[in-house]
């Protein structure tokens, strides 16, 4: 089968291989198998450089290889490393003074030894960046683990995750996220929008996971977060979404189109956008919203076509749009920038390509077919040209030195680093990334195995009616 000159067969085979290859590299390497949990400060040979564990990679691997069993194999052995992290996390990752406290947030440490909290090196903080990124995505972690499992403790812990990152985001005392030119307390970005989306449709998506009053509940965070998004956070003069709200502008849900003071009025996470713009779009899928995927789509192909480097290739992950100037910064470049084009234009190709049931994009009689083809050929062109970026900057130089997995990122080029230190966490002398590689992976499979089956069904159906 061929899409657009995409061998659908073909790329679904290599994409398989590379996921076969990211399990095998996280369990040999990455994974504790002693305590649960993952260490991410790791060589490219996957020699372990230190023994602490970040937040923000316990839950992503329990997201990773919960999902890996449940939609990828149902390998037990994905189980086995998706149920000792629920188990780490449930038990030792909260600070032993605050795991018995009733009717309480779970105060998950920052970072910890291998054992959890009793080796806690920082213990919880009340910044979104750390703690509440990191909550979030333990919540997103127990979301896919009570799917493959049904555990009604980590279904629990899920909606009280989410109920603490919409509390968090909107205290004005919380600190802000280091990524923006010039943080200050209470400063509300896309970033957290983008996550109440993306954990809000997971909750919504199994209807085992809510209570009819709690779905409620959520399908309205998600709803307000749509609406700040296309009312506050998109720019019509720029046609882009930026990063940072104007301080008055945090809680309220009126359109105002004042920017943020200084710098961070002008600063554009393409990463961000790019991220967000799909997610939208998986959002508008799920609740039937045509208006809302046509403006996510609007989003995303704006936010790639900016972010692209026509020199280099591959997309900068941000931008002052003032200045006119990409971060050129030695984390330019960032693989989870690539990632989010990947997975965005294989969703885009699907709703264009296919008259699937999930589509919001079904043609009516009077809409215009050539439209969806241009804009299923520009998701393939996209789709084909980060796929060879990402090969020949992020996989083929590990290759050429017989080395296993990808890069992390890198400068404009993706110069080869020896050690790769990400900008917002220092202090790990060299880092591998455990979640938006193999979750693009996986999406993106997810995808093409629906093109597919659409494919293979409607063939067999025209055969039967010949």
Partial sequence: MFLHGIDVK????ELREELREANEFWKSFGFDSENGGFFCSLGHNGEQLEKAKFIWYQGRGLWVYSRLYRLHGKDPTDLQVASKTFEFIKD????PSSSDTKNEAHQWCVECGPRGAV?????????????GYGGAFIAEGMIEYYRATGN?????LAIAGFEEFIRLIHDETHGSDNHIPQPFPGSQCLGHAMIVISLGRQLLEDPTMLSPSDHAWVDGQVKRMCHRIERRFYDREYDLLT????PDRVLSDEADTRRADGPNGAFVYLGHGIETSWMLLAEAIRAGDRRLAAF?????????DVAWDPIYGGVFRGLDVEQHQFLLDGDCKVKWAQDEVLVGAALMLEQHSTNTATSSHQPAPSEDADAHAEVARWAASKFVSIRK??????????RDRGLPYVLVGGNRKVEFQEHYVNKSYQKAASRKENYHHPRALMLVIESLERMLQHHDTTTAAAATMR
């Fill in 152 to 156: 009604e403790d980590a279904r629990n």
């Fill in 243 to 246: 990063e940072v709200l104007h």
């Fill in 296 to 304: 996510a789509e609007k989003c995303f192909t704006r936010h790639v």
């Fill in 10 to 13: 073909e790329v679904l085979s």
């Fill in 92 to 95: 030792k990752w909260e600070l």
């Fill in 389 to 398: 970026f990402m090969h020949e900057k992020y996989v083929k130089p590990l």
């Fill in 119 to 131: 080796d806690v090196v920082r213990p919880p903080e009340n910044a979104v960046g750390t703690s």
